[in-house]
């Protein structure tokens, strides 16, 4: 089992960064490949990014390729998300998970969830 906590939420302007980071324990780090996901309200929960363990393949959703960027430090065992040029429809709380199978954007692969961050948008 990993354990994960999200950090770096907060209130941000359109156009405007933070960084989000997700902090594991558990599992050896190097074990399994991280993922991002968001979920607004009254909306399903949302793919994002996610990198394999080993930190060489990368998946983005559409919506924020080009945007947001994913990496991990494998000396921290903690996995970040970059989010450039925010937009409010990048509102919702932020969740890091763990897959165990490989890198992968299935939600339903994930098995270890964090407990999210709220990252709020205004225009």
């Known amino acids: 089992q990993v354990q994960l906590v999200e950090s770096g939420g907060g209130l941000v302007q359109a156009g405007g960064s933070l960084r989000l980071s997700c902090a594991t324990s558990g599992r050896a780090f190097s074990s399994y490949a991280t993922g991002w996901f968001r979920q607004a309200p009254e909306k399903e929960r949302e793919f994002v990014a996610a990198?394999?363990?080993?930190?060489?393949?990368?998946y983005y959703a559409d919506s924020v390729k080009g945007r947001f960027t994913i990496s991990r430090d494998n000396t921290k065992n903690t996995v970040y998300l970059q989010m450039n040029s925010l937009k409010p429809e990048d509102t919702a709380v932020y969740y890091c998970?763990?897959?165990?199978?490989?890198?992968?954007?299935?939600?339903?692969?994930?098995?270890?969830w964090g407990q999210g961050t709220q990252v709020t948008v205004s225009s």
């Open positions: 998970a763990a897959a165990w199978g490989g890198v992968t954007s299935t939600l339903s692969s994930y098995r270890d």
């Open positions: 990198i394999s363990f080993s930190g060489r393949t990368t």
